[in-house]
C-alpha cells in the first residue's frame, strides 16, 4: 500500500513537473514570439520618403540605398526644360511614410517626345475620362462646362481649343482639354483643400473634384524646375475668397507653393494628432 502510494506521489510530482516546464517552455516561447515581432514586422521602424525629382537615377540610387528603398522606373514623359532622365515623378510621394525595403515607382523624362493616340471620350465621365487620358499618357487641361442633363459627361474633347479627333497622333503629355455637361440642379462643388499636397499632384487633385487650377504663385524659396516639383501648397483661394468652402463645378482654384515647410499651416486634425502622440 505504502508502495503505491510511493509511486502515485513519484507519478503526481513527475507530472507536475513535466506541466510546470510545458508551461515554462510555453511562455518563453511567446515571450520571444513578441520581442522579435517589432523585428520582424520593422514596428514604428516607418521613414520618410525623400523628394527625388529632378535627380538623376545614379543621384536617386545612392539615396534610396542608404534609406534601404528600392527604385523602379515604371514610365517615363517629356518635358522640354528637364534634363533627359531626370525624375519628374515618384509613388508614393515626397513624405509619405513606409516601411525599409519599399519600392519607390519612378517616372522619368524621356529623351524625347513621345508620339500617342488621342482616345475617344466623347459620352464618358470625367472620371473615366481621366483614367483614358492617364494610360495615355495625356493630361487633363480646362474643365469647361455647359449646360446639360448629366453633370459630368464628356461633351467634347479640345485640344489647342480645336475638337480633336480619335486616334489623332500627340506628343506623350499633351494637354486635353474637356467639355462637360452641367445639371443646374448639381453644380455645387465642395473645395477640397490642397494645403501640404506637392505641386505635381495638385492640378490632377482638384481636377478630381471637378474643379480647375487657377494661378500658380511661388514664393521666394523655389527658382528652379526642380524647386517647384518638390513644392508644396501653403495656400489656396477662390474667387469667393480664402476661406470659402464651395464652387460652382470648374471653379478655378489659386494655389501657392513653397519648399519652407514651416508656412504650411497646421490643420485642427494635425494638432490632435501631435498631442497623442
Request: hydrophobic share 40%; proline share 4%; net charge neutral.
Amino acid at each position: 500500500m505504502a508502495t503505491k502510494k510511493k509511486i502515485e506521489k513519484w507519478y503526481w510530482n513527475w507530472l507536475s513537473k513535466h506541466i510546470y516546464m510545458a508551461a515554462a517552455a510555453v511562455c518563453i516561447v511567446v515571450f520571444f514570439l513578441f520581442s522579435m515581432l517589432d523585428v520582424i514586422t520593422r514596428h514604428n521602424k516607418e521613414l520618410e520618403v525623400p523628394s527625388f525629382a529632378g535627380m538623376d537615377l545614379a543621384q536617386a540610387r545612392k539615396i534610396a540605398d542608404e534609406l534601404q528603398l528600392r527604385l523602379e522606373v515604371t514610365d517615363s514623359v517629356y518635358i522640354v526644360r528637364m534634363s533627359p532622365g531626370a525624375i519628374y515623378k515618384q509613388n508614393p510621394l515626397e513624405g509619405s511614410k513606409v516601411k525599409r525595403n519599399r519600392r519607390i515607382l519612378l517616372t522619368i523624362n524621356a529623351n524625347s517626345p513621345k508620339m500617342v493616340s488621342m482616345p475617344s471620350l466623347v459620352g464618358f465621365s470625367l472620371r473615366q475620362a481621366q483614367s483614358e487620358l492617364s494610360s495615355s499618357q495625356l493630361k487633363v487641361g480646362k474643365l469647361i462646362y455647359v449646360r446639360d442633363i448629366a453633370t459630368n459627361n464628356v461633351l467634347a474633347q479640345l485640344y489647342e481649343g480645336k475638337p480633336i479627333e480619335p486616334g489623332t497622333q500627340l506628343q506623350s503629355e499633351s494637354v486635353i482639354d474637356l467639355r462637360l455637361g452641367l445639371n443646374e440642379a448639381d453644380s455645387v462643388a465642395l473645395v477640397p483643400s490642397v494645403i501640404g499636397k506637392p505641386y505635381p499632384i495638385v492640378k490632377d487633385f482638384l481636377i478630381d473634384n471637378s474643379l480647375n487650377m487657377g494661378k500658380v504663385y511661388f514664393d521666394s524659396t523655389v527658382s528652379t524646375l526642380q524647386d517647384s516639383l518638390s513644392a508644396f501648397a501653403y495656400r489656396q483661394e477662390t474667387a469667393m475668397g480664402k476661406g470659402n468652402h464651395t464652387a460652382r463645378y470648374g471653379a478655378a482654384v489659386s494655389v501657392y507653393f513653397t519648399l519652407d515647410k514651416s508656412l504650411i499651416p497646421v490643420t485642427e486634425s494635425d494638432g490632435a494628432e501631435e498631442e497623442e502622440r
